[in-house]
């Protein structure tokens, strides 16, 4: 007799997906993304990007590593749920501290095993990133018919504001560096040359821990935080980070700031949401695209230098390049799509680019990103 399912997925077109439920009981609601990247599955669920967001692993090896502390982008998940292939086996690394679903039941979060991820991933990129409730009730019983109507009552993300969600509650330094072998976070010995602001729009830990690595002393204020309150710390940088949402939602009160920041001439670095952000407020719009960019091999063209790199990416949003106004130039485009994925202001130290290049994708395909920021910031002082 085969056994019953104790999940489900629920999809506003009215498909249903049944599978086997592990992590916690219950239902979200959510929009449904895919990822391509073959690891770092505990960073995709801990990133705040991720914020309303059930994510679908093309990859089917999801568990296998644990989960350790030291992966973690952020203090909790934030990915509601997720969707894989194959049940997550016991954990076989010597970095794991934990498995991943006894890590997920006990944060709260939802997975649904023994799905057709193939299947799944065709019909997002066909019919673009659909609205589902991703249901698990070890008894099996659903009503799915009130699942359908709840993931087409969901408003969905365009609209949302999520980075007040996800940000800090209150300013904080950051000093740590980034990872090394045999295992540990390295804090650079440094004088601390440069004083950066970060924004929070629900940044990732380990961008935080790129900007140290440079050399910078970190302070992290949130997505609220106002020129003003910014220009208090005496900055001689300021970067603006990634994040979950709509733009435009959260440009409502970021634009205005950002404004008022670039009439200061300061060295400013955006990524991801921050990227978007710094569009907004030099004059281009974004736009909702069909399935996003969710994954570790994205290729990106730099086409000022004719330079490959393979990046990580992780948005549903994207900046329209052909808003971008005079004195404003493209510096990346994808190449599996042609979109936007960087941009600089032609007369001021002012950059952003789409993608993480904190990810390491590459894996340090990007990394001089940061390097230019402090080259910037060097440049100013001198």
Same mark, same amino acid.
């Given at each position: ?19 086997? /439920? ?17 690891? /770092? ?15 679908? $692993? ?35 690394? &010597? ?6 679903? !006894? ?12 799905? *057709? ?19 698990? *009730?070890?008894?099996?019983?659903? *009503? +799915? ?8 009552? &969901?408003?969905?993300?365009? /609209? %949302? *504001?999520?980075?007040? @969600?996800?940000?800090? =509650? ?8 980034? &990872?090394? &072998? ?11 040359? $440069? ?7 629900? !940044? ?6 790129? %900007? =140290? ?13 106002? =020129? ?12 603006? #980070?990634?994040?979950? /949402? ?21 060295? +400013? $670095? ?8 710094? !569009?907004?407020? %030099? ?12 994954? !570790? ?6 086409? @000022? ?37 960087? %941009? ?7 950059? #952003? ?30």
């Amino acid at each position: 007799m085969a056994q019953k399912p104790t999940a489900c997925l629920a999809l506003a077109d009215g498909s249903v997906f049944y599978g086997r /439920g592990f992590g916690a009981t219950g239902e979200v609601v959510a929009e449904l993304v895919f990822n391509t990247a073959m690891t /770092g599955y505990q960073e995709i669920m801990t990133d705040p990007s991720y914020a309303s967001q059930v994510v679908t $692993f093309t990859f089917p090896h999801i568990g296998n590593t644990g989960v350790t502390a030291q992966d973690d982008e952020a203090a909790e998940p934030v990915a509601p749920g997720i969707v894989v292939k194959w049940d997550p086996t016991e954990p076989s690394n &010597w970095r794991a501290s934990a498995d991943l679903v !006894a890590w997920m039941e006990k944060r709260g979060r939802i997975g649904i095993g023994g799905i *057709d991820t193939r299947r799944l991933t065709r019909a997002i990129r066909q019919q673009g990133a659909p609205h589902v409730v991703l249901a698990h *009730d070890p008894s099996g019983n659903f *009503d +799915i018919a009130a699942l359908v109507a709840r993931a087409r009552e &969901w408003q969905g993300l365009v /609209g %949302l *504001d999520l980075a007040k @969600e996800v940000t800090c =509650a209150q300013s904080y330094n950051w000093t740590e560096g980034t &990872w090394a &072998w045999p295992g540990t976070f390295v804090t650079p010995e440094t004088s601390r040359p $440069f004083r950066v602001v970060a924004v929070d729009y629900g !940044a990732k830990r380990n961008i935080l821990r790129s %900007l =140290a690595a440079t050399g910078a002393e970190v302070t992290v204020l949130p997505a609220t935080a106002t =020129a003003d309150e910014i220009l208090a710390r005496e900055p001689e940088g300021v970067f603006l #980070s990634n994040g979950p /949402g709509d733009p435009a939602a959260t440009g409502v009160y970021a634009v205005p700031m950002i404004r008022e920041l670039l009439d200061r001439d300061l060295p +400013i $670095f955006g990524i991801c949401l921050g990227h978007q952000m710094l !569009a907004l407020a %030099l004059g281009a719009r974004t736009i909702k695209m069909n399935h996003g960019h969710h994954g !570790a091999n994205h290729p990106v063209k730099d086409v @000022e230098s004719g330079k490959v790199e393979i990046t990580s990416m992780n948005h549903g949003f994207a900046v329209d390049a052909q808003t971008l106004p005079e004195g404003v130039i493209e510096t990346h485009v994808s190449l599996f799509d042609g979109s936007n994925c960087g %941009l600089r202001i032609a007369d001021k130290p002012v950059f #952003s680019v789409q993608y993480h290049p904190e990810a390491s994708p590459g894996p340090q395909d990007s990394a001089h990103l940061f390097t230019r920021f402090a080259d910037a910031m060097r440049a100013r002082r001198a």
